[in-house]
């Protein structure tokens, strides 16, 4: 791991662009490390009101609204959030004064001596991070996770720092990160000591000009491994399976499909309904699908790619059991919200794209009622209408997307529309019968009718519970 002595940005002028919660930490971070720093944001402050709050503004130069990007003008380090578009033209000009621009994750990481496991993927990253997590603190290892996920990693940085500064022990013995492609774009001394990819689906269409640059983002998260380290790969996405001839560390797999590639270092497949891992030469048996709470093929996945990371981190395997036996699964990822009249209703707000919202259909059994729709980022809906016309006994579409997806499943009948949320859960609530489903599972990301995913899915959730029973 990478430290960074506080007096290399002792009086440095460093702008961190982008206010939300990553742009925020990192503030704090540099502002521990004694450099002078300016926030920059497009939005003004009026917006902002609640973030600049958390902030001390005293110590720190801020700059909204149009001219923010005047705080380039003088500043020697730039620090990006992961929603700021790297390539924009103001930062272009940055890098050719010879500033480097770096993101939040790449800054916070090299104030952290203990090991990180970073993840990355278009799906499925916040329920593994969260179970890795998990099974770290229960082998009684002081972990921090989150990245992407929930808290920046730079408020774990701060935390590092403060315990240099007083002559103090590390807080962690491991950071569980997730991170995004986003995070990663502006990557340059990032290094994580265990890294995988989980899957790669066509996402951010409106962010990358092909999916093969997505794909390269997601890539540079084994950039700067060594031969010490891990590299974890899904060899059943043959997007992501390729990838491991190019790392130099040593390189695990995971396959539901197949068997373990002789030169692999190891890793974990299934064999029939039963999770194994080999690892340095042992043949265990982690534990049987149906003994883990959460469903779904891509949920045994997950649980795969914790194990792996779990077990390389040396937790035992009956913690690791343990953990799947319990773990309920994230909030908005398949969550079980409430049965009503025989009716189950499903929270699967955090499937913003394409081939999360086919897992979710691929999980579940009975007839469902399908709440879709939101802002579209450039998915493929027609890849839906198979499973919609299998599985789907009717579509509430809401959003700005609902008339692209209707027409992506031209044909299907049992469609209809709704204003808003409400409505929608209304019109599945009177129509579903004993032993159906009414899952929220959009497709596409929130914001053009609320703050993000998790808005909308407790949005849902009080709706459903507000239901009269």
């Not at 502006?186 to 000009?209: C, K, M, S």
């Not at 064999?271 to 469903?295: F, Q, S, V, W, Y």
């Not at 045994?300 to 953990?323: F, H, K, W």
């Not at 599945?428 to 497709?443: K, N, Y």
Request: aromatic share 6%; hydrophobic share 40%; proline share 3%.
């Amino acid at each position: 791991m990478v430290e960074l002595d506080t007096a290399q940005l002792e009086g440095t002028r460093v702008t961190v662009v982008g206010l939300a919660r990553s742009g925020v930490a990192a503030a704090r971070l540099l502002q521990e490390a004694g450099a002078v720093v300016t926030v920059a944001d497009r939005k003004e402050r009026g917006e902002l009101l609640g973030v600049l709050g958390s902030l001390d503004q005293t110590a720190t130069r801020i700059v909204l609204g149009g001219d923010y990007e005047s705080a380039l003008d003088s500043a020697e380090l730039v620090v990006i959030s992961p929603g700021v578009p790297y390539r924009s033209e103001a930062l272009e000009r940055v890098r050719r004064r010879g500033v480097k621009v770096i993101s939040e994750l790449d800054l916070a990481s090299r104030f952290l001596s203990a090991p990180i496991l970073a993840l990355t993927g278009t799906n499925g990253k916040s329920t593994t991070v969260t179970l890795i997590g998990k099974m770290l603190q229960e082998s009684g290892k002081r972990v921090f996770v989150g990245g992407n996920l929930g808290t920046a990693i730079s408020e774990a940085a701060v935390r590092s720092l403060q315990a240099v500064k007083a002559n103090g022990p590390s807080p962690y013995d491991a950071l569980v990160v997730e991170v995004s492609s986003f995070q990663l774009e502006t990557v340059e001394q990032f290094h994580p000591w265990i890294a995988g990819i989980l899957n790669v689906t066509v996402d951010h269409q409106d962010r990358y000009p092909s999916i093969d640059e997505y794909i390269a983002a997601k890539t540079r998260i084994f950039e700067n491994q060594t031969a010490s380290d891990y590299a974890l790969v899904n060899l059943d996405d043959d997007r992501v399976a390729p990838l491991r001839r190019n790392t130099k560390a040593r390189v695990l797999g995971f396959t539901r499909t197949q068997t373990l590639p002789s030169d692999l270092a190891g890793g974990t497949y299934l064999d029939r309904d039963r999770i194994m891992t080999t690892l340095e030469g042992r043949t265990e048996e982690i534990c049987a699908r149906a003994d883990m709470k959460i469903i779904g093929n891509h949920n045994v996945e997950n649980a795969m790619v914790a194990a792996t990371y779990a077990l390389v981190s040396g937790c035992p395997l009956d913690v690791i059991r343990q953990v799947l036996r319990e773990f309920p699964g994230l909030e908005h990822a398949l969550e079980i919200v409430r049965e009503r009249r025989g009716v189950r209703f499903i929270n699967d707000s955090k499937g913003t794209n394409v081939d999360a919202t086919l897992k979710a259909l691929e999980s579940i059994d009975q007839p469902i009622w399908l709440i879709a729709g939101g802002r579209d980022k450039g998915g493929d809906f027609s890849r839906l209408a198979p499973m919609i016309r299998r599985n789907v006994k009717r579509l509430i579409l809401i959003g700005e997307a609902a008339p692209v997806i209707a027409k992506a499943v031209e044909g299907y009948q049992a469609i209809e529309r709704a204003d808003t949320l409400k409505q929608a859960v209304e019109s599945a609530a009177s129509g579903a019968g004993r032993g159906e489903v009414v899952l929220l599972s959009p497709a596409c990301a929130s914001f053009d009718m609320f703050a993000d995913y998790q808005d909308r899915g407790r949005q849902f959730k009080a709706l459903v519970h507000s239901l009269s029973a």
